[in-house]
């Protein structure tokens, strides 16, 4: 049996509708549209003598966007997923 992908894992956790009060206040907890053109833009804002680091790096995959997107470094974390039920750690 071929097992769930870490997409539908996460969307299974955080989308369920199970738990309503946690769908609703993880809504507000964690900005939902982040995306690698706002690396892009800070780093465009603060200029190459400040150095970005992007905090959160999952993958290799994402190291890679985050480098091509204007991170001068990535911090390898899930942002202390351990005291998330069912986040991926």
Known sequence: QELPSNTDRLDATYNSQQE???DQNSEQMFEQDVS?????????EIGPSIPLVVKGIMTG?????AV??????????????????GALA
């Open 20 to 22: 309503k009060a946690w």
């Open 36 to 44: 690698w053109s706002d690396i892009a833009r800070i780093k465009r």
């Open 61 to 65: 995959e994402d190291a890679i966007l």
């Open 68 to 85: 091509e997107a204007g991170a001068d470094a990535v911090m390898v974390s899930n942002h202390g997923g351990r005291q998330l039920d």
